[in-house]
């Protein structure tokens, strides 16, 4: 067992059930999942996170950097708090930090997230792992390579519930496969080239292209729209009035900037919670 550090106000919690990554299995303080190729347990408690599982200190540092824990998140709450919506909201979804995740299986679960939810999303990544990915442990998989996904048929994708999405999911693992989509070129551009290659992709939309862009490449300025985000920002910026995808992003772009991201997870899991809240 190895400890990593952690500071105020990080909720390993909170940051791992935001809708930023679907194949962690949190249940209170206790976070299951894979990582580095292993399967691993993640404990939070006092001043920092007990790992179990893992390796050596190169792949430690390496999730450091994937929980987010390098990241000012004190500093960066703060600045978000001078918003007087995030003033208000940040109490009750403080300690969220954005992971950086791998961009092949941030890319993959993004288009399988379109017009989906999240318990279907799990259910769906679930299945392709057991499929196509090598088992691990008793109930761990790896995430499917490109090359494996490549040359899946269509009925075995669909058998993972991809419904639709099979087609695209499938030519999008011969593009990165077959070398016409290079998975480090949008760390190596603008956010609006990288914006631009993304959506070139199949299945990738403008939500999913934002997605992978925040969780996987890290680009802060990225505000990722669903209904919740729509919902939340128009409600409680605009007074209710109806606005584009296009005008609350670049509202939000303005406001934020580099702490748009950060943002729009405040946002989303503050909207998602009260959604909840309402329906039960």
Not at 10 to 31: E, H, K, M, N, P
Request: charged letters at 25%.
């Amino acid at each position: 067992m190895s400890e990593l550090s952690i500071s105020p106000p990080y909720s390993l919690f909170r940051t791992l059930t935001c809708g930023q990554a679907f194949r962690w299995r949190v249940d209170g303080d206790t976070a299951h999942g894979v990582f580095a190729g292993r399967p691993i347990t993640l404990r939070q408690r006092d001043g920092g996170i007990e790992v179990l599982g893992l390796g050596g200190s190169r792949e430690r540092d390496r999730l450091f950097s994937y929980l987010g824990l390098d990241q000012p998140l004190s500093a960066i709450e703060q600045t978000l708090g001078a918003d007087r919506v995030l003033r208000r909201i940040l109490p009750s979804t403080t300690g969220i930090a954005l992971i950086r995740q791998d961009p092949w299986e941030c890319l993959v679960s993004f288009v399988v997230s379109a017009f989906n939810n999240i318990p279907k999303i799990e259910l769906t990544l679930d299945r392709l792992c057991r499929t196509f990915g090598d088992r691990l442990g008793e109930t761990a998989w790896s995430f499917p390579s490109p090359d494996r996904l490549a040359r899946a048929g269509l009925f075995e994708l669909r058998r993972c519930l991809l419904g639709y999405r099979a087609p695209y999911v499938r030519a999008l693992a011969r593009c990165v496969d077959g070398g016409r989509f290079d998975l480090a070129a949008p760390a190596a551009v603008a956010y609006e080239e990288a914006r631009v290659l993304l959506l070139d992709l199949p299945g990738v939309g403008e939500k999913v292209a934002d997605c992978v862009l925040l969780f996987a490449y890290g680009r802060g300025e990225a505000f990722p729209v669903d209904v919740w985000v729509k919902r939340a920002v128009e409600r409680r910026y605009f007074r209710g009035a109806s606005k584009s995808v296009r005008d609350i992003q670049a509202f939000a772009r303005g406001r934020f900037s580099t702490l748009a991201g950060y943002a729009q997870q405040h946002l989303y899991s503050y909207e998602r919670a009260r959604g909840r809240e309402v329906r039960s």
